[in-house]
């Protein structure tokens, strides 16, 4: 009796030891697993500033140091861990409309990033110390993370921040009724702009909702934006869906920011698109009295500036999930300087501006050696028609019009482009600006704008590249009409009238040359001169890219790597066979 007492005490002792030993097996097998599925998310989630590792190789690696013999019983072997299939996967989270209960998807499309990881550790090492329970037991333990950290750019446009005039006439509202308050730096969630309660925004969503339910859904935010900047927009373009001017890299997590700045400009600019002609840039129109120059300008947006929300990186075509586009314009200045009297000039430019694209290609996040934010992003700047003209009714270049040069009432110079031709600039690459450190996401937005997006020095500077054909002494009506106001000038006229016709015929391939090189030297510096102070402010804010352009980073949202399942009956409809992972 006493000797079946002792066998039954060993019995259980055993039993509760390896009970005790398969729990602890058990618990720190799902220990793994969750620091697996985090590491793997942030991984996936492309939040560093090097290409992110494979998610499943982060994992591993969690795996691999957390069984790495050091500190463990000899008897406890390295989980004999696989990923395949179902054991390690790709995905969104989402949550059921009906039942409000989040789960992983596996489905996704093409050009959107998965946001989540699942995956299951399976351990077929663990052996009972004793052979009277059996051998070797597979252990299984599933985990699912989720991390999407997403950026708002924008390319293009710095209305909201110091334009206030400019917004005004883009709006077709009387500039003193325009406050814009602090709108560059009030931002708001996409859920609070959709006004919906889930985890993800769809582009769909941003299809559905007009720019009016948009814009009561954050009437509390716009309470400092004076009410007619919201009443001309709701008039305006109102009924059109807030996709036209704000998008999403397919389905991203609706805690990001959006910068309303960024909306109002966006908005400001569809308006301005469907108003009927130009618009009138807002400039200091004259200098002494006209008496030195008079200065016009006009500007047709053709296609609003789009800013867009999304994470960071490229999708298996190689194609960046997040990109966003500056506007598309056509813009007309008219110069006429008036030098005593004397020397007159009169010089039409006529510039289209295809839209730029700037990517989002790294979010680096915060680590325990490294606590600051930095966004690395590339592109190219807008493909740039240009002549002497005017813009068309058709919103293309027309090269009729003629730069003009009048000494004391005499045309001595009329200036062209050479066989009506039009300059094309081609694009110039962004390469690899990095927004940071950011130590506060309170320090949002920053602008990328290294020389303030454009000059009126572009404009000359691309100006003399321009082939351009110069007629001498060409007024052939001078010598008539002055005769009958003074006959002496009216000789002076006529004379002139004959030798241009005669310098014109024997000097013109000689004077083309010497002209081309000293119109670009001579009146092109008076143009800098004189129109940049004015016009370099108003081309800077809307962002015509021709030289460096203008990016704002307008919001990072961090989302942390969670975890949204830690055992298998969340984080699968059915438990993974222990063969298939």
């Given at each position: 009796m006493t000797a079946g007492f002792i066998v039954a005490a060993v019995a259980l002792l055993a039993l509760v030891i390896d009970t005790g030993r398969l729990y602890a097996a058990q618990q720190k097998l799902q220990s793994t697993a969750n620091l697996a599925a985090i590491a793997a998310a942030?991984?996936?989630?492309?939040?560093?500033?090097?290409?992110?590792?494979?998610?499943?190789?982060?994992?591993?690696q969690v795996v691999n140091a957390n069984y790495s013999g050091a500190g463990f019983p000899t008897l406890v072997e390295p989980p004999k861990n696989y990923f395949d299939q179902s054991g390690y996967q790709q995905g969104k989270v989402v949550t059921d409309s009906d039942s409000h209960i989040r789960h992983f998807s596996s489905n996704y499309k093409a050009n959107e990033k998965p946001d989540a990881v699942r995956l299951t550790?399976?351990?077929?090492?663990?052996?009972?110390?004793f052979s009277l329970f059996g051998g070797a037991q597979t252990l299984q333990a599933s985990a699912g993370a989720k991390s999407q950290p997403t950026a708002q750019l924008l390319f293009g446009t710095t209305l909201a921040k110091g334009k206030p005039k400019l917004l005004a006439n883009l709006l077709g509202i009387d500039v003193n009724l325009l406050d814009i308050g602090d709108l560059a730096n009030t931002s708001v969630t996409l859920a609070q702009l959709l006004d919906i309660n889930a985890d993800l925004a769809t582009q769909q969503?941003?299809?559905?909702i007009t720019i009016n339910k948009a814009l009561n859904n954050v009437s509390d935010a716009l309470s400092t934006v004076a009410p007619a900047v919201v009443n001309a927009i709701r008039d305006g373009v109102g009924d059109q869906p807030l996709s036209?001017?704000?998008?999403?890299?397919?389905?991203?997590?609706?805690?990001?920011?959006?910068?309303?700045?960024?909306?109002?400009?966006?908005?400001?600019?569809?308006?301005?698109?469907?108003?009927?002609?130009?618009?009138?840039?807002?400039?200091?129109?004259?200098?002494?009295?006209?008496?030195l120059a008079d200065i016009s300008a006009s500007v047709k947006i053709l296609e609003p500036a789009k800013s867009v929300i999304g994470p960071a990186g490229k999708n298996s075509d190689g194609d960046f999930y997040t990109s966003a586009t500056s506007a598309q314009v056509a813009l007309a200045l008219k110069l006429d300087l008036n030098v005593l009297g004397v020397v007159k000039v009169h010089l039409p430019l006529a510039l289209e501006v295809a839209p730029g694209t700037v990517n989002l290609e790294h979010i680096h996040c915060p680590t325990a050696s490294d606590r600051y934010y930095t966004v690395t992003v590339n592109g190219s700047t807008s493909l740039l028609d240009l002549a002497i003209g005017?813009?068309?009714?058709?919103?293309?270049?027309?090269?009729?019009?003629?730069?003009?040069?009048?000494?004391?009432g005499l045309n001595i110079a009329t200036i062209s482009n050479k066989e009506n031709l039009i300059s094309h600039v081609a694009p110039k690459p962004i390469s690899g600006y990095t927004y940071g450190p950011i130590d506060n996401l309170d320090e949002?937005?920053?602008?990328?704008?290294?020389?303030?997006?454009?000059?009126?020095?572009d404009l000359t500077g691309l100006l003399s590249n321009l082939n351009l054909n110069v007629d001498l002494l060409s007024n052939h009506d001078i010598c008539h009409e002055m005769l009958k106001e003074n006959p002496l000038f009216g000789l002076l006229g006529c004379i002139t009238n004959g030798l241009g016709s005669i310098v014109n015929g024997l000097t013109r391939p000689l004077l083309n040359d010497v002209l081309n090189n000293l119109v670009p030297n001579v009146l092109y510096p008076l143009v800098d001169g004189v129109l940049g102070p004015i016009l370099n402010p108003v081309l800077d804010a809307l962002g015509i890219s021709i030289a460096d352009p203008t990016i704002t980073l307008t919001g990072i949202t961090p989302d942390q790597a969670q975890l949204f399942c830690a055992s298998q009956s969340d984080c699968y409809d059915t438990a993974p066979n222990a063969g298939n992972g």
């Open positions: 942030r991984a996936a989630s492309g939040c560093r500033t090097q290409a992110a590792t494979d998610g499943k190789s982060a994992a591993m550790l399976t351990d077929s090492g663990f052996k009972p110390l969503q941003l299809a559905d036209k001017i704000l998008g999403t890299a397919g389905s991203i997590g609706t805690s990001a920011s959006v910068s309303l700045g960024a909306i109002i400009n966006g908005a400001a600019q569809l308006v301005a698109k469907n108003r009927p002609g130009p618009v009138s840039i807002p400039l200091n129109l004259s200098l002494l009295g006209g008496q005017s813009i068309d009714i058709d919103d293309t270049i027309d090269t009729s019009d003629t730069a003009t040069v009048d000494l004391l949002l937005p920053k602008t990328y704008a290294p020389d303030d997006a454009v000059r009126v020095s």
